[in-house]
């Protein structure tokens, strides 16, 4: 056999273990169906601003062993991620905190804030919510609902929010101070240069074959690793023999333009039903960028079919049933490691993905 490792997938799962394999000595080959490196926080720089193709993409854990791991390949910027909301003609600080119900009621102090949310769930006397509007409504009150949860809700999942289960949203949390800053995680930043300079570094030494696709380069090249690791889609592995998973599509209208600053912000929500997409992103700003000129990128949520780009897994249980039944026969396969938010069904941010890999190759290597 060619190779130690078969790595299906240029994504960060795939590329955190081909170094490591690589590392260790270890003879790998990268295939990828796309035609660049990087999966889905691959950055293509225009004008020297560093567009995220597949959506805004803001590293940030509480997990320093994999902030050091990440920070070996790149250097972090000190942005913080402060969206805003925008509701028909009145703008918001997000997440939910002082600034923002300052301005919706004009109040000052967080006992007033508590007293009028509090107010607004006891008005509604929601026993036990039996979907998703109820659920938020018994959590924030009515108008921060109205004007910064429904419409966008709405938008994300494609159907009204009376018509979605209570679970999606466990928590709205709420802020009593004025923070504005979206994470509460230890360590956030943007590597500066963009993420795909970081998996050119993992890659570098290793055999990387891109608009390769598994399922037609195994046709001829069956034999060619001792093992492989998956980091596509789980149920395509097995030929969907047992059904679909589901997931929530995405589409990204990307647009330059000649200004140098169109929104002031990097991430602005549109939180209105009636506006057909559900942020705007603006990528100069996750690096402090001056450039003349800017780009922009709507971005719209869709309906996902077979065939379709899957961005966000449906975890329902219909759906993880169904994973837990690929689940079980990927055990089966014993010359396959599956990994990555596809190998696995699951939506994981960036650490989480670092984390699942470097706990892969420990379980393979043993160190
Ligand atoms: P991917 O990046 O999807 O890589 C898998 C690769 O496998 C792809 O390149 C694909 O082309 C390839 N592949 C699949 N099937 C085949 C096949 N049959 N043959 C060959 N190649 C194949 N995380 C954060 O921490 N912060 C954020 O702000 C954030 N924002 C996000 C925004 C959006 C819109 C989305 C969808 C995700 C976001 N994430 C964020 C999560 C982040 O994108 C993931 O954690 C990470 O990209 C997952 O890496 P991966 O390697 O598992 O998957």
């Known amino acids: 056999m060619k190779y130690d490792y078969l790595i299906v997938g240029a994504g960060l799962f795939g590329s955190v273990f081909a170094y490591e394999a690589n590392k260790r000595g270890k003879y790998c080959l990268v295939i990828d169906k796309r035609s660049h490196i990087g999966g889905n926080i691959y950055c293509e720089s225009v004008d020297g601003i560093n567009v995220h193709k597949y959506g805004a993409h803001i590293f940030h854990t509480s997990n320093k062993a994999v902030w050091q791991y990440i920070n070996q390949f790149a250097e972090f910027n000190n942005y913080i991620n402060s969206p805003v909301a925008i509701y028909k003609d009145e703008l918001y600080n997000l997440p939910f905190n002082m600034n923002t119900f300052i301005k919706m009621w004009g109040i000052k102090t967080p006992a007033q804030a508590k007293a009028k949310i509090k107010e607004q769930i006891r008005e509604l006397n929601i026993v036990e919510p039996s979907n998703l509007e109820e659920q938020a409504l018994s959590l924030v009150g009515r108008d921060v609902y109205e004007k910064l949860v429904k419409g966008y809700t709405e938008k994300q999942w494609g159907r009204s929010c009376t018509k979605l289960p209570s679970f999606i949203i466990k928590r709205l949390p709420l802020r009593f101070t004025y923070d504005n800053n979206y994470f509460n995680d230890r360590y956030q930043g943007i590597p500066m240069g963009g993420y795909t300079p970081i998996i050119e570094k993992m890659l570098s030494g290793i055999e990387v074959r891109l608009n390769t696709d598994y399922f037609d380069y195994i046709k001829s090249e069956k034999d060619c690793a001792k093992k492989t690791v998956f980091t596509g ?135």
């Open 233 to 367: 889609m789980i149920d395509a592995f097995f030929g969907y023999n047992l059904g679909y998973l589901e997931y929530r599509s995405l589409r990204f209208e990307h647009e330059r333009l000649d200004c140098d600053n169109y929104q002031g912000n990097a991430v602005v929500n549109y939180t209105e039903r009636e506006v057909p997409y559900t942020r705007i992103i603006e990528h100069k700003h996750f690096e402090f960028g001056k450039q003349p000129s800017t780009v922009i990128s709507k971005e719209y949520p869709s309906e996902w079919k077979p065939g379709d780009e899957p961005y966000y897994p449906v975890n329902d249980e219909k759906n993880n049933g169904l994973y837990d039944r690929y689940a079980k026969l990927a055990e089966s396969q014993s010359d396959v490691i599956f990994g990555g938010r596809l190998g696995s069904y699951r939506y994981y941010d960036m650490d989480k993905v670092i984390d699942a890999a470097l706990k892969a190759v420990a379980l393979e290597f043993g160190n």
